[in-house]
């Protein structure tokens, strides 16, 4: 017994020298952001009117956040043309239910446009800015506050040319997309307003972003919200389609799909990105697919709006990142080189 009860310790006593002469596992050093810092300090001031807040998640939590000015992770402001992004997720949602397929023509769900000669648009143009319909109306009928939606698309069918065959030229706007706003009530049986709130923004965790405008939210370009909640709808796409808690708002194919080339190879006309940003096969659904590879694989894609704010999503690094700020004069395509630049840094960061 006694022998038995020295083998046992001799073996403890090797174990516990062996567990002391492994080298520990090293704790990964945190990434480096100052580069991404330094161009943001150097910009603020001069291009963002002082006022931003950046955010940047790598698997979704946070590696960078830094405010200047009055914002913070909660500010509140209208996003512009980020909202394309939500609301091409919302009209996916609705494929995932079977309630309509992007090859349906909007003839299917709104006679009028039949009986003025244009039903025969597929969603899916609606929503890459290829339908030949004008990019805004001249009378801002998708605009109005003043009328519902359904009046605002009834005025939409009688009015607005369609200028060109469908899938032939990019115009970028509003338009189109508010038709495709309009398909999904009719589909749904539920007001958009009250649409995006169940089925994208409550799924998400986004409890402060909203419309402003109830009865003719602009599909395109009418949504507010806060840094802290539209990292959780970019964190939600980089993991195709399902949220940090498992929840699964879109399917993987629904989110494949909205970031496929949708353009059909049409001729951009009407864009509003620098020259030397402009590609074939640029738009998905809601959003543009900024950086491809040889294939055509998507490696990074976005959805920046007029008054400055830049959601970008590179799910080959887990990366997600927001620039947010609000620049009223519309003049906010003037932040689009600095905030590409900070992407790139960002990339490198977390090489």
């Not at 516990?16 to 002469?21: F, R, V």
């Not at 960078?64 to 997720?89: D, P, Q, R, V």
């Not at 195709?240 to 498992?246: E, P, W, Y």
């Amino acid at each position: 017994m006694k022998s038995v009860l020295f083998v046992v310790l001799i073996a403890l006593i090797f174990a516990c020298n062996k567990k002391n002469d492994e080298v520990p596992t090293p704790t990964p050093e945190p990434y480096d952001f100052s580069a991404v810092e330094k161009v943001l300090d150097d910009s603020v001031p001069a291009k963002y009117g002082g006022n931003c807040y950046a955010v940047i998640h790598v698997d979704g939590k946070t590696v960078f956040s830094k405010g200047y000015g009055e914002y913070n992770g909660s500010t509140k402001m209208y996003i512009a043309s980020c909202t394309k992004w939500l609301s091409g997720a919302l009209i996916m949602s609705l494929v995932d239910e079977g309630k309509l397929s992007l090859s349906d023509t909007i003839g299917k769900f709104l006679p009028i446009f039949t009986a003025n000669g244009k039903g025969h648009v597929p969603i899916r143009y609606l929503f890459s800015h290829c339908s030949g319909f004008p990019g805004d109306s001249d009378d801002g009928y998708e605009s109005n506050p003043l009328i519902t939606m359904e009046s605002a698309v009834d005025q939409i069918a009688m009015n607005v040319p369609l200028r060109i065959a469908p899938g032939t030229v990019f115009n970028y706007g509003s338009v189109s997309m508010q038709i495709g706003g309009r398909i999904a009530e009719i589909v749904s049986g539920k007001s958009f307003f009250d649409l995006i709130q169940e089925k994208i923004f409550t799924p998400c965790g986004m409890t402060n972003t909203d419309f402003a405008q109830a009865t003719n939210p602009l599909v395109a370009g009418g949504a507010r919200s806060t840094p802290d909640d539209f990292i959780l709808f970019l964190d939600m796409i980089m993991r195709k389609g399902v949220t940090a808690n498992g929840t699964r708002v879109l399917s993987e194919q629904s989110v494949i799909e909205m970031e496929k080339d949708q353009t059909n190879n049409a001729r951009l006309d009407q864009v509003p990105y620098p020259d030397g940003y402009v590609h074939a096969g640029i738009y998905g659904i809601g959003n543009w697919r900024d950086m491809t590879d040889n294939a055509d694989n998507l490696i990074e894609n976005s959805s920046p709006g007029v008054f400055g704010s830049h959601p970008w999503v590179n799910r080959s690094k887990k990366l997600t990142g927001f620039i947010f700020t609000f620049i009223l004069s519309g003049t906010g395509t003037s932040t689009l080189p600095t905030s590409i630049k900070v992407r790139g840094l960002a990339r490198d960061a977390v090489n």
